[in-house]
């Protein structure tokens, strides 16, 4: 089989994206942080929100990532003999794995935030209330 995509493009593009990850999930701590600055309770309120958003959107795009490299490296490994000489996938599936644990840190990440949020506001524990009982 012969590659129209060079494979060192696609882990380009994985590395790119990664880095979006965790520059979205970096942007989402800052936020949080900043959330307390606020004197209106409702200020702070939409902040966490958003930022818990932002965690969620962050985690996605890891998810997809994964997902999507995962398969390119089983793709590749099925044809080893047309691989260039330079792709060395045991360190591909290491920058694999890296991702899998930065997903299990924002995951925790996200329900610390969960717990943060909501746990002290009667607002908005009365209204994700409402919305995990009609679930």
Do not use: E, H
Request: net charge positive.
């Amino acid at each position: 089989m012969n590659y129209a995509n060079n494979p060192q493009a696609f882990l380009n593009g994985f590395f790119s994206s990664m880095r979006n990850v965790f520059l979205l999930s970096s942007v989402g701590v800052a936020m949080f942080g900043f959330s307390n600055t606020f004197k209106l309770n409702i200020s702070s309120n939409i902040i966490k929100l958003i930022t818990i958003l932002i965690f969620f959107v962050s985690l996605s795009i890891c998810i997809t990532n994964i997902t999507a490299f995962s398969q390119y490296i089983n793709i590749l490994d099925k044809d080893k003999k047309n691989i260039p000489n330079y792709i060395n996938l045991n360190i591909w599936r290491s920058y694999l794995y890296l991702a899998y644990v930065y997903a299990l840190i924002l995951t925790i990440l996200i329900l610390f935030a969960l717990n943060r949020a909501y746990r002290y506001n009667k607002l908005l524990n009365k209204i994700f209330k409402r919305i995990t009982s009609k679930l």
